[in-house]
């Protein structure tokens, strides 16, 4: 069998470390602090990953603000609503390796833990926040040419965060991931898949939610990388709830700060909804690889 090649593109030598910051971005926020779609969190790059390479070890962590105050309704309109303020960090942890018995494919395994802060819901002027349910999953990949990788990840998100920001139930998380070098600049990542839920210990059970998120990226300067992004899910009806969908748009940029250093800062908002909270969140992601 022909043997996969790794990266070796001479235009890599100084992004290598720096992109390869997280195989698998897995996360879904608590419901009960924001219901962002699912794995929104990802940046340029994300899935850009190496084969037949030396172990390494990755640290990210995302931020969240999202301070809306409307909501999608069944009839597909944009409505006030006193969600109050939500802020969510996401703190990963990610181990990579290239087997022994194959180093034409990647391996990764990485813990997510929540941290979540929802002030002012319902217009009370309190504050709810806590440590929300950690997720914890592996990935693999390998490259079907030297400028595309092609992936699969899967999560499992466990009901043992604080009373008041977990959902109470499992979750798993599963999804096919990609990334295609079109140019030296231009890059296009991505993922879909489904989150699968149990039921909640109110005895609700979520119905089956299926996700997509695109990420496009022009390297314009060394450091610097503007991108486009477009996330979108659909929830089927479930237990009395409606079906919901949401399609949101963001823009952002990479700040390749240094080989193994980067800092993304993304706009994102909904486009069109339907029995959906409503998203208008400035992000922030920081990654270091050593």
């Known amino acids: 069998m022909k043997t996969l090649p790794t990266l070796q593109s001479p235009v890599r030598p100084a992004l290598r470390r720096g992109t390869l910051l997280a ?27 190496p084969v037949d390479f030396k172990p390494f070890n990755a640290f990210v962590q995302y931020t969240e603000l999202n301070d809306s105050g409307h ?27 290239t087997p022994e018995w194959d180093h034409r494919i990647g391996l990764a395994y990485e813990v997510l833990l929540p941290e979540i802060g929802i002030r002012n819901a319902g217009g009370t002027g309190g504050f709810n926040g806590g440590i929300g349910d950690p997720i914890t999953g592996a990935a693999i990949w390998f490259k079907p040419s030297a400028d595309a990788t092609l992936g699969l990840q899967s999560f499992a998100q466990i009901p043992v965060g604080a009373n008041s920001v977990s959902d109470t139930n499992w979750k798993n998380l599963t999804s096919l991931f990609w990334d295609w070098r079109i140019t030296k600049q231009l890059g296009l990542t991505g993922n879909g898949g489904f989150v699968w839920q149990s039921a909640r210990s109110n005895g609700f059970t979520p119905g089956l939610t299926y996700h997509i998120n695109q990420r496009l990226g022009l390297r314009v300067h060394k450091h610097f990388e503007p991108f486009i992004g477009v996330d979108s899910e659909y929830t089927r ?39 959906h909270s409503d ?5 922030l992601k920081y990654a270091y690889v050593w």
């Open 71 to 97: 909501v999608w309704n069944a009839d597909g309109h944009r409505v006030a609503a006193d969600t109050g303020q939500v802020i969510v960090g996401l703190s990963k942890y990610v181990r990579f390796w």
């Open 279 to 283: 998203n208008r969140s400035f992000n």
């Open 237 to 275: 009806a479930s237990d009395g709830a409606p079906r919901a969908w949401a399609v949101d748009g963001s823009i952002g940029m990479v700040f390749h700060t240094f080989a193994n250093q980067s800092i993304t800062l993304r706009y994102s908002a909904t486009l069109d909804a339907e029995s």
């Open 23 to 49: 195989a698998a971005a897995a996360i879904l926020y608590s419901g009960a602090a924001s219901a962002q779609i699912a794995l929104d969190v990802i940046g340029p790059h994300e899935y850009d990953l």
